[in-house]
């Protein structure tokens, strides 16, 4: 019974904890937002900043901070400007009286100046720093005028050129930063000059805590050691370093005893960064390492022990931030693994709206084609006896409708009029004139006016029947455009989701690899892996300058290719074009069959220009396309026409659409390019290289022959060419290929040169079976010299014979087995 009840509540409990940490999560959201609202829409954050500036000190008695802040805001955040001046003259008060008129009058005598000048400037941005520059050089030489007894010295003109130079950089540094920390940005991508400007602000902040102390533990060693190893935990050892030497030579210069901080503090950093992957007991381990190695050098026990509480306070305040700020302070940092991740959301972002678009004009070009079947499919029989019924009714309005007996034939009988009127066009539409005598009889004996109304209906038959045909010539070519635009609708959408297809982590993979070929002895710099499917591996390598030695091919190539279980080829290699380059290879997948084809082609009467075209496609889809175009007729005009069917048809073929449409469209443009009659034939074959199954197109083209050993087998099919009508059929014969086939594909002109010959098939097939070579090339020379001799040594016709051969894909190189390393599936290496 205990056990029953427990499997019963734990559930329960399982729910509540849930609801419990969501609860929780909420809550904390919650509560950010309002910090974010209070500390940066409402201004907070600027006032702290200001305060802090406002009391920091250089060189004892130099304030280069107070201007350049409050210039800086002035600028980008106009509506706050008033709030950071408030907290400026308040941290100058906590100094001194001289402090605060000096702030208040510098910053008045920028305001005055910069806006009395404003109708002669271009670009703010630009002429900030100037007029912060010139404002607090003229106001420093008046206060030391003044409070020296009307003399200036210059030692005088010396600080006060070095305090306006300060003022001048600093400016443009918190004209960077200032944004980071008033405005909610959408982009996370924070520059390298924006990091920098960015840790100088919070070192310039920090040093306005200068003399600060609890229980005699100094505050801005705590705040400073702190800011230290937070950054070197996000970011590493050498932002970590960069923020130690910063923040410690800003505190140098604010006080000569903090020099030896810099030391601690960019130690520190390093050492907070390369201990990093202990988290935050790693930076607290860097951090206490680089106190005792620095604090011992010339320190007594008391301040070694001092400096030891301060590092340890910093750690204490590093061990209570939430990992959520840390988090989202990584991501606006570059080369952070957080970084990284909010890179790839954004761009998984941008590839999910490109795909939904992709998707939303395959789903346009989709329903235009639902669009243009819906409108073939109303052309049926129906409308067919509504085209009648038009006929009908102009026969009647010329001979019926003055008639005496309009009403009885009409009114009266209205189905055995229209009945025979309809078997009268039936009858002269058939070709039967005159009528047969039955016919004519029951007309003559219905009709007063047979001979007028037989008159009427042959002379609009003519028109009916044309009218019928143009709208059926109109209804295919909207099927076909319905086609077409189907066909583009497919290739839209497999493109959106090969745009979907997200590249998988395989940094486990691209570390084996890169140490397997280490252990190899070769150099790689970066490997990128993003696909290891079976029969799709696509890895990406830069490798140093091989001196062209063919190092991915020979080496490398196999090497994958033990590593993987499947043969890898180098698909593109750039190599550099000096020593110290790099060289960029890709490796994919081999294809288990390769085509070796061979070419013979003569011009009638042995001339220059054949009217034959041909052609070899390498698809991206794995497929091979050998395709002969035979133009009607012979010489330049008929090359031209066979060239210009090739090349639509291996654009349209490129971009995926299916080889029946592509036929489909590739003669929709010939029929209506030109109103001469140019044909041109077509015969087209499809090889799949992965498993060597093929489809054979035929259009208005002579048989092929596939030589299987001593079999021959032909391969044909009955189509016009292409160009006499707006509409082809498109017969498709399927056909399993195998290694060391022979496909022999051919021209009229070289089926039918023979003479004396009756049966060309026979003819053909006797030859090509007694082919003792299975080089594609010679056989397409035997064949074409048989053609030419038995033709009497006269060419005709154009010629043109393609062959082609299919062989297994054998590597070059075998592959080599690695060390430590057996050769593994997709499924077992990933």
């Known amino acids: 019974m205990e056990k029953i009840e427990h499997s019963v509540m734990e559930p329960a409990r399982n729910v509540d904890m849930e ?13 950010q937002a309002k910090l974010e609202w209070f500390f940066i829409q409402k201004g907070v954050a600027l006032f702290i900043i200001g305060f802090l500036l406002g009391r920091a000190l250089i060189l004892s008695h130099l304030t280069p901070f107070a201007l350049p802040f409050f210039a800086s805001v002035y600028i980008v955040r106009r509506d706050r400007s008033p709030l950071a001046l408030i907290g400026l003259l308040a941290g100058s008060l906590t100094i001194s009286l001289a402090n605060i008129s000096y702030t208040f009058v510098v910053t008045v005598l920028f305001l005055l100046t910069f806006r009395l000048t404003q109708n002669y400037r271009k670009s703010d941005m630009k002429a900030v720093p100037f007029f912060v520059f010139f404002s607090s050089l003229f ?73 600060w102390s609890l229980y005699n533990l100094s505050i801005e060693h705590i705040l400073s050691r702190y800011l230290v190893i937070l950054f070197s935990l996000i970011a590493g050892a050498t932002v970590g370093s960069t923020v130690g030497v910063v923040t410690g030579l800003i505190f140098s210069l604010a006080s000569v005893s903090s020099l030896y901080q810099m030391s601690l503090l960019a130690f520190s950093g390093l050492l907070g960064g390369l201990l990093k992957e202990g988290k935050k007991i790693g930076a607290a381990i860097g951090l206490l390492i680089a106190t005792l ?36 302070i990584a991501k606006h940092i570059p080369g952070t693994a957080e970084h990284m991740q909010e890179q790839q959301h954004y761009m998984r972002k941008v590839r999910d709206v490109t795909a939904d678009r992709v998707t939303q004009f395959s789903s346009v070009f989709q329903a235009l084609s639902n669009s243009f079947k819906q409108m073939e499919k109303q052309f049926d029989e129906e409308q067919e006896e509504k085209e009648f019924d038009y006929f009908l009714s102009n026969v009647t309005e010329r001979t019926c409708q003055m008639c005496f007996k309009k009403e009885q034939c009409w009114s009266r009988n209205f189905d055995e009029t229209y009945n025979l009127m309809k078997t009268v066009m039936t009858e002269y539409d058939e070709g039967n004139i005159p009528l047969s005598p039955r016919i004519g009889r029951e007309l003559d004996n219905h009709c007063v006016k047979a001979k007028k109304v037989q008159d009427a209906i042959y002379q609009e038959l003519t028109f009916y029947q044309a009218n019928l045909k143009l709208k059926k010539q109109v209804q295919e070519s909207r099927r076909l455009v319905a086609e077409q635009l189907s066909g583009v609708s497919v290739v839209m959408e497999d493109f959106a989701r090969e745009i979907q297809r997200e590249r998988e982590n395989h940094q486990i993979q691209e570390e084996q690899i890169h140490r397997a070929l280490q252990e190899l002895g070769i150099d790689i710099e970066n490997v990128e892996i993003y696909s290891l499917e079976q029969g799709s591996v696509d890895i990406d390598m830069i490798t140093p300058y091989c001196g062209g030695h063919g190092q991915g091919e020979k080496l490398i190539a196999p090497m994958l290719s033990g590593i993987l279980a499947e043969t890898i080829i180098v698909q593109k290699e750039d190599c550099a074009s000096f020593p110290n380059g790099q060289c960029h290879v890709t490796f994919r997948s081999a294809k288990k069959f390769v085509i070796d084809t061979g070419v013979a082609h003569a011009a009638k009467g042995g001339g220059l220009i054949s009217g034959d075209s041909y052609s070899m496609i390498e698809l991206g889809a794995g497929k091979y396309a050998v395709a002969i175009s035979d133009g009607m007729g012979n010489g330049e005009r008929a090359h031209y026409e066979s060239s210009e069917t090739l090349s639509l048809l291996q654009k349209i073929l490129e971009t995926g659409i299916d080889e029946q449409v592509a036929i489909k469209s590739v003669n929709s443009i010939l029929s209506l390019r030109t109103d001469d009659e140019i044909f ?130 054998i590597p070059k190189w075998t592959s080599i087995p690695v060390q430590n390393m057996k050769p593994k599936s997709k499924k077992q290496i990933s």
């Open 19 to 31: 609801n419990t940490r969501l609860e929780f999560s909420k809550g904390m959201k919650f509560i």
């Open 680 to 809: 041109s034939t077509l015969d087209l074959a499809m090889i799949d290289l992965q498993d060597a199954s093929s489809r054979f197109l035929k259009i208005g083209s002579t048989p092929s022959f596939i030589k299987r050993g001593d079999k021959v087998v032909k391969i044909e099919a009955g189509n016009l060419p292409m160009g006499i009508f707006d509409d082809v059929d498109v017969d498709v014969v399927s056909e399993q290929l195998k290694a060391e086939d022979l496909l022999i594909m051919m021209s009229d002109g070289a089926f039918e040169g023979p003479k004396h010959v009756e049966n060309y098939d026979l003819w053909m097939k006797r030859k090509v079976k007694e082919l003792k070579t299975d080089d594609p090339q010679e056989v397409a020379d035997i064949i074409m010299e048989e053609v030419i001799r038995s033709s009497g040594g006269l060419i005709e016709d154009d010629m043109t014979i393609v062959v082609s051969k299919i062989k297994h894909n």
């Open 139 to 211: 106001a420093t030489l008046a206060f030391d005028y003044m409070g020296q007894a009307q003399t200036l010295t210059i030692y005088n003109g010396v600080m006060a050129l070095v305090e306006a130079s300060l003022t001048f950089i600093l400016t443009y540094i918190f004209i960077q930063s200032i944004p980071l920390v008033t405005v909610n940005r959408q982009r996370v991508s924070l520059k390298t000059e924006e990091v920098v400007s960015l840790i100088i602000l919070l070192a310039s902040v920090m040093t306005g805590t200068i003399g």
């Open 293 to 328: 190695l620095i604090g011992m050098y010339g320190e007594s026990d008391p301040n070694l022990t001092k400096t030891l509480y301060e590092s340890g306070v910093a750690i204490l305040l590093l061990f209570l931030t939430p990992q959520s700020l840390m988090s989202k």
